[in-house]
């Protein structure tokens, strides 16, 4: 079993649609999680990034964190075609002292059609 | 433009070889990971830099090893190359390594090991 499970899709929705990405993971000691938007053939891009178990709210980005399932979210309202992407899930903290890289999902490819 | 620099951008290469991979950190970071993303295994980290010492290593190979210099650009080293090191290998920079700071990624170098 993978640290971290994601479904890659593809997931196509239409444009306005609310989108809903999650990730599942296995190792209780995570304690930062974070979304990355990436465009084909580009760098991650830090969307959303959160401490320990909550909601956060940035603009149409809303992440959930629930750590007794074990389970993240990423809402995305309004979503418009520019929000077409591969959304990764990653999480970090599993270390103690704080050195340790990022645990990356396989990505879950997102499409919005116009 | 996350001001993480990559070079060379492309870089192909035949089995056997060595070859080294660049990375300049945003002004003022003083840490760097190495991360490497192919179609299988997704995006996986490799090994964190912090002011020129190593500081924590993940699924890296014996074949590949890593340096920051002084002026804190890093280095990865991929020597005896096989096929299966053929993926895209993204550096990103934080100010301080700790989880509780983003990390930004370069646009990666993509190599291909013929």
């Known amino acids: 079993q993978k640290e971290v499970e994601q479904d890659p899709g593809p997931l196509s929705v239409p444009e306005g649609a609310i989108v809903s990405l999650n990730c599942t993971y296995s190792?209780?000691?995570?304690?930062?999680f974070m979304w990355y938007r990436q465009y084909s053939r580009k760098g991650p891009e830090l969307l959303m990034y959160?401490?320990?178990?909550g909601n956060k709210e940035d603009g149409r980005f809303t992440a959930q964190v629930d750590k007794s399932s074990k389970y993240i979210s990423l809402f995305i309202r309004d979503s418009q075609p520019s929000d077409s992407a591969t959304y990764l899930c990653?999480?970090?903290?599993?270390?103690?002292?704080?050195?340790?890289?990022?645990?990356f999902g396989k990505g879950t490819h997102l499409i919005i059609q116009p | 433009d996350s001001g993480v620099t990559q070079t060379p951008k492309h870089l192909i290469t035949a089995t056997g070889q060595r070859v080294t991979l660049r990375c300049s950190p945003r002004?003022?970071?003083?840490?760097v990971y190495w991360y490497q993303q192919s179609l299988d295994q997704g995006l996986q980290f490799l090994i964190q830099?912090?002011?020129?010492?190593?500081?924590a290593k993940g699924n890296i190979l014996e074949r590949f090893s890593a340096q920051q210099f002084p002026d804190l650009h890093s280095e990865l080293n991929l020597s005896s190359l096989e096929l299966g090191d053929s993926a895209l290998y993204f550096c990103?920079?934080?100010?301080?390594?700790?989880?509780?700071?983003?990390?930004?990624f370069g646009p990666g170098t993509r190599l291909t090991v013929l």
């Open positions: 990103a920079s934080s100010s301080d390594g700790t989880p509780y700071n983003e990390q930004f």
């Open positions: 190792n209780s000691a995570f304690q930062y």
């Open positions: 959160t401490y320990s178990s």
């Open positions: 990653a999480m970090s903290g599993g270390i103690e002292g704080g050195a340790d890289g990022l645990t």
């Open positions: 002004s003022g970071d003083l840490s």
């Open positions: 830099y912090y002011n020129g010492e190593e500081r």
